[in-house]
């Protein structure tokens, strides 16, 4: 099973995230990483 990892830097609830997740899921498994609060520019 293919796995597939969706990740940002822009928080849990950003928007688009949710989405992209789901539009992943019909192809694997699917992992979000995403930090609590917006961290865009941190680093």
Partial sequence: MTRLIVTNDDGIDAPGLAALAAAAASSGEVFIVAPVQ?????G
């Fill in 38 to 42: 917006e961290w865009s520019g941190c």
